[in-house]
């Protein structure tokens, strides 16, 4: 069974600067997709960005990017340039072939970003 | 075009009580998620909808829980009787078509049962 970790429940940052939030997973397929959505406050779940796992180039979206590392299974989002509308609680997640669409979470980070 | 919506948003029942949450996805995805994030846990799935049908449904936790979606558009998710351990916020999900679609959140309904 796959399964996702993030090992970090709290983080912060100030803003401007750059910040990395970690991300680890287990899977025995090879094609598959991973996402980094966030939350904010009250607010509706997004989608930050997604890789492809048959990619090699990592997926870079405005200032968020990510590290993926496919034989280690990390996955970690880049937020460069922090704002304070980057506060909030952060989600890695994993969608495989096998998985009939579902996808499975990580525990979550939440991310503070400080004036 | 409109996000997924759901209703409501928020709920707080007895013990022993039922509720329904509603979800209506974005108009025109025939994949619809329904998941579950109890207090300071992971977000856990509880099914999938491919219109009308029940893809998977691997994650509902027991037979208090019942979904349906009638004609594949909107999804309604009932749990009768609500115990303690159902308190939540419940997500759903759509997207288009495929597995490797991105899946469009709703804002969840937060269940408490008391």
């Known amino acids: 069974a796959q399964t996702v970790t993030q090992s970090q429940p709290e983080m912060s940052v100030q803003e401007a600067e750059t910040v990395t939030l970690s991300c680890t997973y287990d899977?025995?397929?090879?094609?598959?997709?991973l996402f980094w959505y966030k939350q904010p406050p009250s607010r509706q779940m997004i989608l930050v960005i997604r890789?492809?796992?048959?990619?090699?180039q990592n997926a870079t979206e405005n200032r968020f990017s990510v590290n993926f590392q496919k034989a280690a299974k990390s996955f970690s989002l880049k937020i460069s340039d922090s704002q304070l509308g980057d506060t909030a609680m952060y989600f890695c997640a994993f969608g495989g072939p096998s998985n009939t669409g579902k996808l499975i979470f990580g525990q979550g980070t939440t991310l503070q970003v400080k004036p | 075009e409109a996000g997924v919506t759901q209703f409501p948003s928020h709920s707080v029942i007895e013990k022993g009580q039922t509720v329904t949450l509603r979800c209506d996805p974005i108009s025109g995805h025939d994949n619809l998620y329904w998941y579950r994030r109890v207090m300071g846990k992971e977000i856990k799935f509880l099914l999938h909808f491919v219109k009308e049908s029940k893809q998977d449904e691997s994650g509902m936790p027991n037979n208090r829980f019942l979904a349906e979606r009638t004609g594949g558009t909107y999804s309604t998710l009932k749990v009768q009787p609500a115990e303690l351990e159902d308190s939540g916020v419940y997500f759903c999900a759509s997207s288009p078509g495929a597995r490797s679609d991105t899946q469009y959140f709703g804002p969840g309904t937060r269940l408490t049962v008391l």
């Open positions: 890789q492809e796992a048959y990619k090699q």
């Open positions: 899977t025995s397929e090879s094609n598959y997709y």
